[in-house]
Structure formats: C-alpha cells, structure tokens
C-alpha cells in the first residue's frame, strides 16, 4: 500500500479523541514535534477539519495552519487557552476553542472541503465566467493549477491527500463550474485514496474518545 507511511505516521502519535456537537475532535502528538487536528463528521465518517502545528519555537507556540476546513480560517484556541493556563490540557484545545477569520471580503478566497467520494475547492470573489478559467492537473509540481486567460488569478493547489498516497493529480478526474462569483473544483477521489481514508477510521476506531459533559446532558434531558 502506497499510503502506508502515513498509516504509520498516524499510528506513531499520541492520540486524544473527543466527541462534541456530533462532530468526533481527533488531536495527534507526532513525536517529531509536530501537531494535528481533526473534526470528523460523526453522520458520515467524513473529516471536516484538518489542521497542523508545527514544532516548538523558541519564541512562543507556533500557529495552526488550516489544511482543510470550510473556510482558510487561522486556528485560535481562545477558550481552550484559558483553561491550558489554568492547568488544562492539550486535548482542550480541540473542544473548546473557536475558528476566526481573518480575510478580506473582496480578495479571491480558497476554501477546501472533503465529501465521500469528492475533494472540492471554492474560489469565491472570482467573477470571470467559466471559459476564462484553465483548471489543469500538473504531476510534476503535484498539484491542480488554476489560471484566467486574462491574467488576473494564478493558483497552484497542493492536494496533500494524493500526496500520502504516492499518486499525482489526474485530469481526467477534474471538473468545474462557476456560480454566484465562486468558481468550485471537483476532484473525483481516485480508489486508493478513499481505501487509506477507509484505514485511516479503523485506525481510529481504537482510540479511547471522550464525551462531551454538556452533550451528555442534552442527551439525558431529551429522553
């Protein structure tokens, strides 16, 4: 199996799960150093949100960089930080922090979000009708390259999900439109990406997960 390098990689962290909002918060300690978090869908199995922290800086900790999630949000633990100065954990982090956005309302904007047999990317405050745009899947920078005709918008997209599993973008696997000045990219997952995603839950599936306090209760009040 191609992919199983990042079997192994997800297999070697640290890992600790909680389960809030019917969404399942997955944080990884790598021991490199690195950081990951994940919000699955607890509906459909499918990840929502994925974000990394690199290592340590001598200066302060380093941000979360969002990889995948609905809109190119900057991490910001606020809640979560507060109770790790008052003693709290890492996994805090990913049960009581909030997203905050932090972009313009006229510059193009790329979000990213994972479907079950779909990735997908929405470029809104792109007006230009669809035949402006060149969408093609480029192998050797690994990667989909967006471009206008008309010079105004150049975008190389990084699918790291193709990545961990050693195969490179296809263009056969692409397709697009423009709607309501957002132009959305479909990617067709290639078979052996949705088997490492398959891998990837079951690898989960042994990891001692958490419930939130406050769900808990909704739950026995509604009953």
Not at 55 to 71: A, V
Not at 131 to 138: E, F, H, M, P, S
Not at 196 to 223: I, R
Request: net charge neutral; charged share 25%.
């Amino acid at each position: 199996m191609s992919y199983q390098h990042w079997i192994n990689y997800l297999q070697s962290a640290e890992k600790n799960s909680m389960i809030s909002n019917k969404l399942r918060k997955v944080l990884y300690k790598f021991p490199d150093g690195q950081q990951m978090a994940e919000e699955y869908n607890m509906d459909t199995g499918v990840v929502q949100r994925r974000a990394w922290r690199k290592c340590k800086q001598l200066m302060g900790e380093p941000e979360w960089e969002i990889e995948l999630g609905e809109e190119p949000r900057q991490l910001n633990w606020a809640a979560a930080n507060k109770q790790n100065t008052a003693g709290g954990g890492d996994a805090d982090n990913i049960s009581g922090g909030e997203f905050t956005v932090r972009e313009s309302n006229t510059a193009p904007l790329l979000t990213k979000r994972i479907t079950k047999k779909n990735i997908e990317w929405r470029i809104r405050n792109l007006p230009y009708p669809l035949n402006v745009y060149d969408i093609r899947a480029d192998a050797e920078q690994r990667a989909i390259i967006v471009s206008t005709n008309n010079k105004k918008y150049y975008k190389v997209i990084k699918v790291p999900e193709l990545d961990r599993c050693g195969v490179p973008p296809v263009q056969a696997n692409i397709s697009a439109h423009h709607q309501f000045n957002t132009l959305i990219i479909t990617y067709q997952k290639p078979p052996i990406l949705c088997e490492m995603e398959a891998q990837v839950l079951l690898l989960l599936k042994d990891v001692e997960t958490e419930t939130d306090v406050d769900d808990l209760l909704k739950g026995l009040l509604a009953k």
